[in-house]
């Protein structure tokens, strides 16, 4: 089904962003990036040079200014997916749609003007720490802590599952601050790479997204100044972080509409050209049933995330909607992913095969950003009215 939420503009930059992939994301690049676990700095700062990452930061503090345009963002994935390319997808995400905007939408002027110029570049990559060893879901449990000192905080405690968490120069950590579980119990606070007593201790091994980094790390009476306290008001992380999640969720949404529609392409490729029996297996019936499942999907996906893009652009993305987005466009991309494997037969499995690597990439996608049962907590208490 045609979409029709692009105009001219985005088209150029879609042509831009190709031309980008070609050039500087080759597959002996993607390569690297896997023996490495990490994408480099220098692809990062060309990605940034050429308006792909920083979409959201202000023209002012040198980004493109696109704040609540999202359909910038989505041709990035669509491109960068559709490429086969999860984990350099991944590492644009995490610096736009997860560090960048508690800076642009909660820094203070100081904050801006000193971490978002180097962001625009590519020079400070970003990374988000909610996620404690002993809590995930069950936020308000997190034990990392902040206790106030003349001047600033001193930090103790540990992150565990942090996208671009090794490669990150800053990261926007969610610290308790105050007593109890309450939400002003906790706020946010810029912890610089090179604090004493922050370390990124151990990098994580993971089932997909090999060339994207996932890191533990630890703080040992790190002093964070309080000029690194975002917003510069104490007790505000727990709201702040509700005020992100539904542009993480949006995005997750996105990635997992790319990706099915990326594995539908190669899927119809694939098949077309493979021979069993005598003729191509596309013109099997069974084949061709679900060829017709998957094409649905993707174009119900689109049509669902179009409509969420439209909605944030307005400002009106809720949080149960957001929720809504990211559980269920996950639960679909798994579907039509899996349809894809199979239909690859044992290539499927093998992951010099496109599908192979996304089918991997995309378990995730149920689990990060809030697991799909949150989702449906977050959901049921919209619908329900109940707690
Ligand atoms: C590759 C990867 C990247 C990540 N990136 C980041 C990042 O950049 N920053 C960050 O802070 N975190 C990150 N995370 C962490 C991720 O957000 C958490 O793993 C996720 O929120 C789940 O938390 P948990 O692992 O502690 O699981 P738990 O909270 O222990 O949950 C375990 C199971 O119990 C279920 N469960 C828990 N509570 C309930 C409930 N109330 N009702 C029903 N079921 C429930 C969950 O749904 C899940 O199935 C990442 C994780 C991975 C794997």
């Known amino acids: 089904m045609q979409r029709n939420i692009y105009e001219d503009i985005h088209d150029d930059f879609r042509e831009m962003v190709k031309e980008f992939i070609k050039r500087y994301a ?7 990036w896997e023996e490495a676990g990490e994408v480099d700095r220098d692809t990062m700062k060309a990605a940034a040079e050429h308006g792909i990452i920083g979409l959201s930061i202000p023209e002012e503090f040198g980004g493109a200014g696109m704040l609540q345009d999202y359909r910038f963002r989505a041709i990035v994935n669509e491109e960068v997916i559709g490429a086969g390319l999860g984990s350099l997808a991944g590492a644009f995400g995490i610096q736009d749609d997860l560090a960048a905007p508690y800076l642009v939408h909660m820094g203070t002027q ?19 720490g909610m996620t404690d060893p002993g809590a995930g879901s069950d936020l308000r449990g997190v034990t990392t802590n902040a206790k106030k000192v003349d001047g600033g905080y001193i930090l103790n405690g540990a992150k565990t599952f942090i996208s671009s968490g090794k490669t990150a120069d800053i990261v926007v950590t969610f610290v308790k601050t105050g007593e109890g579980n309450r939400p002003d119990a906790f706020s946010l606070l810029i912890v ?18 090999h060339g994207w980094d996932t890191a533990e790390m630890s703080f040992s009476d790190v002093f964070v100044p309080e000029e690194n306290l975002i917003g510069g008001v104490e007790g505000q992380g727990f709201l702040q972080l509700m005020m992100n999640l539904p542009l993480e969720r949006l995005s997750i949404g996105v990635a997992a509409a790319a990706a099915a529609e990326a594995a539908l ?3 119809l490729e694939y098949t077309k050209s493979r021979e069993a029996f005598g003729q191509p297996i596309a013109d099997f019936q069974n084949t061709r049933f679900r060829l017709a499942d998957m094409a649905t999907t993707v174009d119900v996906l689109w049509a669902y995330v179009d409509r969420a893009m439209d909605l944030y652009s307005q400002g009106k993305l809720s949080a149960d909607e957001a929720a809504k987005v990211k559980f269920w466009c996950t639960e679909r991309e798994w579907e039509v992913l899996d349809q894809g494997v199979q239909l690859h037969g044992g290539y499927g499995y093998i992951t010099e095969y496109p599908i192979a690597k996304a089918f991997l990439d995309a378990r995730v996608h149920r689990i990060y950003g809030g697991t799909n049962e949150i989702m449906r907590e977050i959901v049921a208490r919209a619908v329900t009215g109940r707690k």
């Open 26 to 32: 080759t597959a002996e690049k993607a390569r690297e």
């Open 265 to 267: 392409n190669w899927t």
């Open 110 to 128: 100081e904050q801006k003007e000193k971490w978002l110029p180097r962001m625009a570049t590519g020079e400070i990559l970003g990374a988000l």
């Open 192 to 209: 610089e790479d090179g604090m004493d007593g922050f370390e990124h201790s151990k990098t994580l091994n993971k089932m997909g997204f």
